[in-house]
C-alpha cells in the first residue's frame, strides 16, 4: 500500500524558476526522505527530515516537514536544466521499511 | 568504490523461465533491498535482509525468493517468469534500516518477460 503520495504528478518550468513538489503520507512516520531519479537510473537520495524537524536545507533544496498535516514539501530554488528528473518521497512504516510515493516528474526547460 | 551494481542490466525471458538477478554493494552496508518499479506505481518493494543469511519479504514478494549467502550480495531468483514481472529491478542497501538512513541503490535491471 501507498503511504506517501506526490503533488503534482508533472511539473514544467522554465529554468531559473522555483520548482515545489508535495507528498502527503496517511500514518504517523520516524523520518521522511526525498530522493531523485534521473530517466533510466537508479535513486539518489537528496534529504533525510525527522519528525521531530520542521525544515531542513541543502543546498539549493528545502525541504519542510508538517506533522500536524502529515505534509512535507521539496523546494528546489533557481531550477536547472539538469534538475529534470522524477522526485519521490519516501516514508517510514511500523516495520522500519520505506514506502516510496508515485514520484513529480519534473521538467526544466532551458 | 563502485558502490550498488547489479546484473544484468537487461534481460528478455519467456513465460515459465528462470533467471537470478545479482545485486553487489562494497560498502560493508548490513541491510539490503530488492524493489520493483513499474509505471505510475513507484517502487514496491519484494524483499529485504537485514544482515547476511536471513531475509524476509516486502510488500510484493509472490513469485520471486532472495539470498543473502555473503554480506555484500543479494539474489533476486525468478522460478518460473510471468508476464506480470515485466518491471525494471533495483536493489538497495543501507547501513541502518530503512527508515533511519538513506538507501544506495543500484542502476536497475530492465526486465522484459514475453
Same mark, same amino acid.
Given at each position: ?18 520548482? &515545489?513538489?508535495?507528498? *502527503?503520507? /496517511?500514518? @504517523? ?6 530522493? +531523485? ?26 525541504? &519542510?516537514?508538517?506533522? *500536524?498535516? /502529515?505534509? @512535507? ?6 531550477? +536547472? ?30 | ?114
Amino acid at each position: 500500500s501507498q503511504q506517501g503520495e506526490e503533488d503534482p504528478q508533472a511539473l514544467s518550468i522554465q529554468e531559473g524558476e522555483n520548482a &515545489t513538489m508535495n507528498c *502527503s503520507y /496517511k500514518t @504517523s512516520i520516524n523520518n521522511l526522505q526525498w530522493y +531523485r531519479q534521473n530517466s533510466g537510473r537508479g535513486l539518489v537520495h537528496l534529504i533525510l527530515i525527522r519528525s521531530n524537524e520542521r525544515e531542513k536545507h541543502s543546498g539549493r533544496l528545502r525541504v &519542510t516537514l508538517d506533522t *500536524s498535516k /502529515k505534509s @512535507s514539501s521539496l523546494l528546489i530554488t533557481a531550477s +536547472r536544466a539538469a534538475d529534470t528528473a522524477s522526485y519521490f518521497c519516501a516514508t517510514d512504516n511500523q516495520g522500519g521499511k520505506l514506502i516510496f510515493g508515485q514520484g513529480t516528474e519534473l521538467s526544466v526547460k532551458p | 568504490n563502485a558502490g550498488v551494481t547489479q546484473t544484468p542490466k537487461f534481460r528478455v525471458l519467456k513465460t515459465g523461465q528462470s533467471m537470478t538477478l545479482l545485486c553487489a554493494q562494497d560498502m560493508n552496508h548490513e541491510y539490503m533491498y530488492w524493489y520493483r518499479q513499474d509505471p505510475g506505481m513507484g517502487l514496491r518493494l519484494i524483499h529485504y535482509s537485514v544482515g547476511e543469511g536471513t531475509t524476509a519479504k516486502g510488500e510484493v514478494p509472490d513469485g520471486y525468493n532472495v539470498s543473502r549467502l555473503k554480506k555484500q550480495n543479494f539474489l533476486l531468483g525468478l522460478e518460473s517468469a510471468a508476464p506480470s514481472q515485466t518491471s525494471v529491478y533495483f536493489c538497495a542497501s543501507s547501513y541502518n534500516r530503512g527508515s533511519l538512513a538513506e538507501q544506495y541503490f543500484g542502476p536497475g535491471t530492465r526486465l522484459t518477460v514475453t
